[in-house]
């Protein structure tokens, strides 16, 4: 063996995973391919360090290490291989970019002499990911993995997180070199700067009616997450969460005031025109928050604070009164020392933004055996207090959304993208990460059909996901569209479906059907107990499309123009 500056040489797949164990990478979510033989054998060797989870297909993998990045804080990885593979973990690129989650996808790549000749599988991956990754790169020398790679979670956690793209030629990984590992560097985030809290305190002392927003998901601590809570409770603020975020802030608390995304409250949106400062904190004010950017007017005539770790974020689309660039914990952490305003004069306005949340979680009287309102209120009382939950996209989502609080403890990921086929595989890498935990995903009809063969991971690996299925036989998010525009011209959005109990039975599972309202939490408690992964299919009532309108309803208003 060779010896470079008392090192040993390594062949460079080995090399590559003894990079990720001096990260800290405890998990690797992988569809194995041919184009990564070599670092597959290192992580055979090291198999007592990173657990590798063979997954079934390539978004499902990515999809499970996203949600490791989500839950963590720390770099998801996931492992595909050159062309389709990598093409299939496109979507949860995506997904990490626009939720701003830490993600390290490694894609194996043709042998680098081929470059160019359009070789079998061959894609340029820096032109592929440029518009959905923070870094793409690609590793065609041994030397340089430890610096590459150590870059690459470096770019993937610094200011605000998201996924880096790492290509590996397949030469690379045969080459002997002797390099040594590069640990992780001992970096201090940014805190906010020593004028930017006082003038924060100034513009919150002059409020009437103050809204404040939190978003992010990833770069929270539960340390940071109970300093925000006690800044924000002792100046008793009304505290919103950006879309797909209910996870940041107690919802059963006096001073939660509901979601703005998707579905939200048509109360709290009109709240939020009215308030006469907005606290953005950890959310980028994008499109869904904004409400189609028609909350706030860009040149900033509402007095808006923009907490963000990245500065090119504060005042992208709307000019704030005071933008803060900080650390979201070190923010709280100074935020909670802080002295409060005194007695605000905003505990009037803060009563009546929550009274409106509690109005629009009051199950109204639905038709049909299943209210599905009344029935999530139930299993919300009977789920426990450390619950991490995972949605899809549809409208589906916006049952438990509008009806369910999630508690101090619990935790709720989403794809803010919109992403369909999300919710299944990332229950599953949830309850990885946390097998002692429960995990409910809860997911349509359709996005279930698009990964939920992953489901098989969930057995090969040996945790037990509970996954609701929400089955009205249609693209439910689209035929409300369809009857909004073109009003019973129903057009591609029908769908045939299997028996899903008898899917999940198929595998060795547990499989349930709830028709009613009494039957869920009954079919869910005989789903914990058996102990292995389930599914629930709710069979909902196709006509209430929205938790809002019926088809019926939709079609009166279209015809009324």
């Not at 993998?61 to 990598?86: C, D, F, I």
């Not at 599953?428 to 349509?444: D, L, N, W, Y």
């Not at 992964?533 to 208003?557: D, F, H, K, Y």
Request: hydrophobic share 45%; net charge negative.
């Amino acid at each position: 063996m060779t010896q470079a500056a008392g090192r040993e040489a390594r062949l460079g797949g080995h090399i590559l995973a003894d990079a990720l164990v001096a990260q800290g990478v405890t998990h690797a979510f992988c569809v194995p391919g041919e184009s990564y033989l070599d670092l597959l054998d290192g992580l055979h060797a090291r198999r007592n360090r990173i657990e590798l989870v063979t997954c079934r297909f390539e978004a499902g993998a990515v999809h499970m290490a996203e949600a490791y990045g989500k839950l963590t804080g720390k770099p998801g990885v996931a492992l595909v291989t050159r062309g389709p593979g990598a093409c299939h973990a496109a979507i949860g690129v995506h997904v990490a970019f626009q939720d701003s989650t830490p993600l390290v996808l490694i894609i194996g790549q043709i042998p680098f002499e081929e470059t160019d000749r359009e070789s079998f599988q061959e894609v340029d991956y820096r032109k592929m990911f440029a518009p959905l990754a923070k870094w793409v790169t690609q590793i065609d020398d041994a030397r340089r993995i430890p610096e590459l790679m150590a870059h690459a979670f470096d770019v993937a956690t610094s200011g605000r997180p998201g996924p880096v793209v790492v290509a590996i030629s397949e030469e690379m990984q045969k080459e002997m070199a002797a390099v040594p590992d590069l640990p992780p560097a001992p970096v201090f985030p940014p805190h906010p700067a020593p004028e930017a809290l006082p003038r924060m305190m100034e513009l919150l002392r002059r409020a009437e009616r103050p809204l404040v927003v939190l978003g992010g998901q990833a770069g929270w601590t539960a340390q940071g997450r109970a300093d925000i809570k006690e800044f924000l409770l002792a100046n008793d603020l009304p505290v919103a969460v950006s879309f797909r975020r209910m996870g940041l802030f107690d919802g059963t608390h006096p001073n939660y005031v509901g979601d703005l995304g998707v579905g939200a409250d048509a109360a709290l949106v009109r709240k939020a025109k009215e308030s006469d400062l907005f606290i953005a904190i950890g959310t980028r004010i994008g499109e869904t928050v904004s409400q189609g950017y028609t909350l706030m007017d860009m040149a900033g005539s509402k007095p808006i604070i923009h907490v963000y770790p990245e500065q090119a974020e504060i005042g992208r689309v709307y000019r704030p009164a005071l933008g803060i660039t900080a650390d979201l914990n070190a923010f709280a952490a100074a935020a909670r020392a802080l002295p409060p305003v005194g007695t605000p004069v905003w505990s009037g306005w803060r009563a009546e933004l929550r009274a409106a949340r509690e109005a629009q979680a009051k199950a109204p009287a639905y038709e049909g055996p299943l209210n599905l309102a009344v029935a999530l209120q139930a299993l919300e009382k009977v789920l426990p207090p450390d619950t991490i939950f995972t949605t899809d996209a549809g409208n589906f989502a916006t049952w438990p959304q509008r009806f369910m609080h999630v508690s101090e403890g619990q935790d709720f990921l989403g794809p803010t993208n919109g992403a369909m086929g999300y919710s299944v595989p990332a229950a599953i890498g949830a309850k990885i990460v946390h097998p002692q935990r429960t995990v409910v995903s809860f997911v349509g009809d359709g996005g279930f059909l698009m990964t939920g063969q992953e489901i098989a991971t969930a057995f090969h690996h040996g945790v037990a996901p509970i996954v609701m299925v929400f089955n009205n036989g249609m693209y439910g998010t689209i035929r409300m569209h369809q009857e909004k525009t073109y009003p019973g011209r129903v057009s591609a959005t029908q769908l045939t479906n299997p028996d899903f109990a008898r899917f999940i039975e198929s595998f060795g599972g547990h499989g349930e059907i709830v028709e009613a309202t009494d039957q869920l939490v009954p079919a869910f408690q005989r789903a914990v107990a058996s102990g292995k992964p389930a599914v629930i299919e709710v069979r909902t009532n196709p006509e209430q499309v929205t938790n809002r309108s019926t088809i019926a309803e939709l079609r009166a208003q279209a015809a009324k123009g």
